[in-house]
């Protein structure tokens, strides 16, 4: 079974930059989750969507940050402009609602560092 | 203020002998509770979950433990192998509308010599 596809694996980039990461969500999952990871502040939900519609977008930190998506197969997290601070581990994540207490499923990960 | 608290950051344990991973939590009104299992460069995985209507909870070397009274849960690995070595994250939910809120405890890394 294909996991969460997540890319790209590492992106390096100079700050100023819009910087898009891509998502490919279990399929048949219909919940979808962004997620940062840092050493300061652990891992921190950014945005969750049901159905491709964004639910809980509270965790998003400004507004450079913005995520769509536009069918069940893929979603992406942009940021424009990028800054330093937003060098981290971002992951995605998806699930199935419709059965009780079903566990999130992570990707392995985009790695981010802005120069 | 953290929610989900593993105060160890690390523990090291002999092949073949238990490993006891500890979390604590605060909110009153998370009802479910998930370990995750992190390898390095890897996506956090899976591991065993626990619902609050229970104390226990168990998948082959794998046992999750419960007291709601002491907002504390355990995760028992029995027998710890090399390859259980990764970093342990717990996790907890409320119930209900907020269920895909999951809030990370900050990780403990396991290391088991062999």
């Known amino acids: 079974d294909a996991g969460v596809i997540q890319s790209p694996r590492h992106e390096v980039t100079e700050m100023g930059q819009e910087v898009t990461l891509r998502c490919k969500p279990i399929?048949?999952?219909?919940?979808l989750f962004w997620y940062r990871q840092t050493m300061m502040r652990g891992l921190e939900l950014l945005i969750y969507?049901?159905?491709?519609?964004?639910?809980?977008d509270s965790g998003m930190p400004e507004d450079r940050f913005s995520a769509k998506m536009p069918n069940a197969s893929f979603s992406t997290l942009k940021i424009q402009p990028s800054e330093p601070r937003d060098s981290a581990v971002y992951f995605c994540?998806?699930?199935?609602?419709?059965?009780?207490?079903?566990?999130?499923?992570f990707g392995d990960g985009t790695r981010l560092s802005i120069l | 203020d953290q929610q989900v608290k593993q105060n160890s950051p690390s523990l090291s344990v002999q092949e073949g002998r238990i490993s006891i991973l500890n979390c604590d939590y605060t909110?009153?009104?998370?009802?479910?509770f998930l370990w995750y299992k992190k390898y390095p460069a890897e996506g956090p995985t899976f591991l065993i979950s626990?619902?609050?209507?229970?104390d226990k909870n168990e998948d082959g070397r794998f046992t999750v433990f419960l007291n709601k009274s002491a907002k504390h849960l355990s995760l028992h690995i029995v027998p710890s192998q090399p390859g259980d070595s990764a970093v342990y994250f717990c996790?907890?939910?409320?119930?209900?509308?907020?269920?895909?809120?999951?809030?990370f405890g900050k990780g403990t890394k396991l290391s088991v010599i062999p």
């Open positions: 996790a907890a939910s409320p119930s209900g509308a907020g269920s895909y809120q999951l809030t």
């Open positions: 399929s048949g999952h219909n919940s």
């Open positions: 969507f049901n159905n491709n519609v964004p639910i809980d």
């Open positions: 909110n009153s009104m998370f009802d479910y």
């Open positions: 626990i619902s609050s209507i229970k």
């Open positions: 994540a998806s699930r199935d609602t419709r059965g009780s207490n079903q566990p999130q499923h």
